[in-house]
């Protein structure tokens, strides 16, 4: 896990917390002020700076430089007054400036071209604070001159003005976009020539903006910063933006260059990493990006006669999204790239013909068993984007859908057998219907076995809509940014309250572009992700996407989040990755909000819980954090002849009191997610009523409201319990409508997951959460003698305070030495 001090592990309910410290950086203020200081002191040390400056630059100085470039700083929480520093009618020129946090204030940087001769501009402000004022008596060009702590001579990283993080290293070759500050020929020319002198290849192609040119470069640091002349050309530096069209575009040669130098700079996974076993097509491990997380021992068909390498191409794209997400972020990255976890493959088509649909249940099972036999205490997620072509079951369990529901309980297992994590593709819309966009997925299903209970159903949304491909000239991007993908099934049409609502969450699965005349749908390779070529002696990448893309995704934020945790269950993995999904704002928009609430019934069914966050999944902060607790309980028991519920765990919850009231009215967020497997019972007898339930127990939680007892919240519970075996609808809690599903709409599935929203004071009063059983088959059909087994589930408990800095998770950590209380 990287080690970052911002970057806090999540603390465990009965574990002792490991804490470390951090600070957050503090803001600067909203209006303009002025730094206070000593006026001749400050003055005449600016000025020495500045002679310094000018004299450094001069020196280094190309005999044909036209000026040189100063960087100005501001004092910590301090800004600067950026328009004195942009004189036209001398010719001076603001070319960027960048705000640095840091821990007392954020510092504004200017980077400022000065022309030959024209320093004495600054020279001159100087002068006259020192030695003028204002009719107000302060001192002249004191707005500008008091907030600048610094004047120096600008360097190569002055001209960066991207994120932080993609600033490449020292030493490392990286794709640039590189701003000149004049649009002009001559500027260009200038240019190029001080490249060549640094052996810096320069493409022709360039953009022209009224006051920039832009070209890209290939290069490390130290070869741009090798030549004066090349730097009186700049204006700014940023990371290279690329699609996946610009790599695909490549001939194969310049694609295997990436390949080469991204192998370079590759970590391989450590011999006892976590991996994703992709049961597809196979995988070609020929591919350099593949062969080092992908083992021979790791290749698998569930018929010999199939063999093991890829017949199709469909698994080796699902590797190279499993392993590096969108594959261009790694190109790109320039630096070294760490791989938490590997890869499996287990064959599950055939290379020709198909298997009859009947038989994958049986296939899946034999496909976990060939893997898991050579392995069979690793760490291991299942990505699964093969389904069926229909969705008929309309949620409906099928024999697919239950032998994976069983696989991921380990029902009917030796005892100790692994529980396993399946990442499932929702299946893709006829493409021939997507015209029809979006209609036509609101009525078509996820696919068979998307519907299982116990894995995690990943469907798509778009990111991309971008077109510059000359051959979709008169296209644009069928959906808009962080709305439903193309590709992607809804559950909109299963019966309510009794099937799982799914998908569960949604990740980038492309986009597809759509005619003018709104006849044709085409997929458009930089509006899709990029990922591994089955055939690598052809070429490196291909452009791919729908739900078979966002389910690898899934599945390699599992596999790093087993890396991260490896004392995490599957239930709790697969409970991490809900807790951390958020709905975009686009999706709230498509269906608009009732009477101020989220319309969270097709928000469900169509994006799940949202989309995941890999950073919100694997660590907490000060003011955001995520407790877990991994317990069992025994549902049922026997009195006689009689079989009951059992066992209520109650958690208590260390929230720090005096700080949540003294934060009083300040809106704060609380998450609650239970996940649990069950054992399934998929034959369909009284449309799974009563006895006949598929699902072999339920859990359910509930938070204790802010003006309840303990003892109110217990006898609250029991006759929620009671009314939800009896059919009737539960009259919840008095705090209800502050939840943003509420618990009728929460209590279906084995995965459940809710946010309320309140102030810090009731959050105080909120510390303690129940899970209790509700009625299965194993309770209804005691003959079975499952009567009297353990169920087991993960909780997780999330606050999110972002409006304030106060420390949360210090307290938390501090007290966590709670136990659950369980009462009979």
């Known amino acids: 896990m990287p080690d970052r001090p911002e970057r806090l592990p999540h603390l465990f309910l009965r574990q002792a917390p490991h804490a470390e410290r951090f600070t957050s950086p503090q803001a600067g203020g909203g209006t303009f002020r002025r ?54 009618r001398s010719g001076i020129q603001l070319l960027s400036s960048r705000v640095e946090k840091r821990r007392d204030g954020e510092v504004t940087i200017a980077t400022v071209f000065v022309p030959l001769g024209k320093t004495e501009h600054f020279v001159r402000v100087l002068e006259r604070y020192l030695t003028k004022q204002t009719a107000g008596g302060a001192p002249r060009h004191s707005d500008l001159v008091e907030n600048i702590a610094a004047i120096r001579r ?211 099972i034999d496909a976990t068993a060939q893997a898991e036999s050579a392995a069979l205490t690793r760490r291991r997620t299942f990505s699964l984007a093969v389904t069926t072509t229909d969705s008929r079951d309309r949620g409906r369990p099928s024999s697919w859908s239950a032998a994976v529901d069983q696989l991921a309980a380990a029902a009917g297992e030796a005892e100790g057998a692994p529980r396993r994590l399946f990442c499932i593709a929702a299946g893709n819309t006829d493409a021939a219907d997507r015209v029809n966009y979006p209609d036509s997925n609101f009525v078509e299903g996820i696919h068979d076995p998307g ?38 099934t809804t559950s909109l049409t299963w019966e309510r309250s009794k099937w799982p609502l799914k998908p569960d969450v949604v990740l980038d699965g492309g986009n597809q572009a759509i005619s003018n005349d709104r006849r044709f749908v085409d997929p458009v390779d930089e509006l899709n992700l990029l990922t591994t070529y089955w055939r690598p002696q052809e070429k490196q990448f291909v452009a791919t996407g729908e739900t078979s893309a966002a389910t690898a995704q899934a599945a390699r934020i599992a596999a790093i989040i087993h890396a991260g945790y490896p004392a995490l269950w599957p239930e709790t993995v697969r409970a991490l990755i809900v807790d951390s999904a958020r709905w975009k704002p686009e999706m709230l928009t498509r269906y608009p909000p009732d009477e101020g609430r989220p319309n969270a019934e097709k928000l469900l069914r169509t994006f799940g819980y949202g989309v995941p966050d890999l950073e919100r999944a694997l660590w907490s902060a000060r003011n ?173 408990v999330s606050i999110h305070a972002p409006e304030v800095e106060t420390d949360l998770y210090t307290p938390i950590a501090t007290a966590l030495q709670v136990p659950v209380i369980v009462t009979t």
């Open 154 to 364: 600008a360097v190569i990283d002055s001209f960066w003005t991207d994120d932080e993080d993609a600033r490449p290293g020292s030493g490392e070759r990286a794709w640039w976009e590189v701003w000149l500050r004049s649009a002009d020929e001559e500027h260009l020319a200038r240019f190029r020539r001080a490249a060549a002198a640094a052996e810096i290849r320069v493409p022709e192609a360039t953009i022209r903006f009224a006051e920039r040119r832009v070209v890209l470069v290939h290069a490390t640091r130290e070869q741009l910063a090798s030549q004066p002349a090349l730097l009186d050309t700049l204006a700014e530096l940023r990371r290279a933006k690329e699609t996946a069209r610009e790599f695909l575009s490549m001939t194969p040669l310049e694609q295997s260059e990436w390949v080469a130098d991204l192998r370079r700079r590759l970590q391989p996974p450590a011999a006892d990493a976590p991996v994703v076993c992709i049961l597809d097509t196979g995988v070609n491990r020929g591919h350099q990006l593949i062969s080092l997380a992908l083992p021979e021992s790791n290749l698998f068909a569930y018929r010999a006669a199939w063999r093991v390498e890829d017949h199709h191409g469909h698994g080796t794209e699902i590797a190279g999204l499993a392993l590096y997400g969108d594959l261009k972020d790694a190109l790109q990255h320039g630096g070294r790239v760490r791989l938490e976890h590997g890869l499996e493959s287990v064959k599950i088509l055939p290379p020709t013909g198909s298997n009859a649909p009947e038989l994958y249940g049986s296939i899946t």
């Open 624 to 796: 955001s954090l995520t407790l877990i607790a991994q317990s069992a309980l025994r549902p049922f028991d026997r009195d006689g002849s009689v079989y009951k519920t059992r066992d209520l765990h109650l958690h208590r919850l260390p929230w720090p009191r005096e700080a949540l009231e003294d934060l009083g009215e300040t809106s704060v967020e609380m998450r609650v997610t239970l996940s649990y497997f069950v054992e399934p019972d998929p034959a369909r007898r009284g449309e799974w009523k009563s006895k006949y339930r598929y699902a072999s127990h339920g859990l359910r939680f509930d938070v204790k409201t802010a003006r309840e007892s303990l003892r109110g919240f217990r006898a609250r519970i029991n006759r929620q319990a009671r009314e939800e075996e009896a059919g009737r609808r539960s009259q919840g809690a008095s705090d209800s409508d502050e939840w943003v599903l509420g618990p009728t709409l929460r209590r279906v599935g084995s995965l459940h997951s809710d946010v309320w929203q309140g102030t810090a004071v009731d959050l105080a009063s909120k510390d303690a959460v129940a899970v209790f059983p509700v009625t299965g088959w194993w309770r209804e059909r005691h003959h079975l003698g499952r009567w009297n087994a353990q169920a087991r589930y993960a909780l997780l």
């Open 35 to 88: 730094a206070t200081h000593d006026r001749r002191q400050h003055g005449q040390a600016l000025r020495k700076q500045l002679e310094a400056a000018q004299n450094a630059a001069q020196r280094a100085a190309p005999a044909a430089a036209e000026g040189i470039v100063l960087e100005f700083k501001s004092e910590p929480g301090y800004e600067l007054a950026l328009q004195s520093l942009d004189v036209q």
């Open 451 to 488: 519907q299982a209970w116990n894995a995690l159903t990943v469907g798509a949304y778009a990111d991309r809509v971008e077109i510059t491909d000359p051959e979709f000239d008169g296209y644009t991007a069928l959906a808009k940014p962080g709305d439903l993908g193309p590709s992607s």
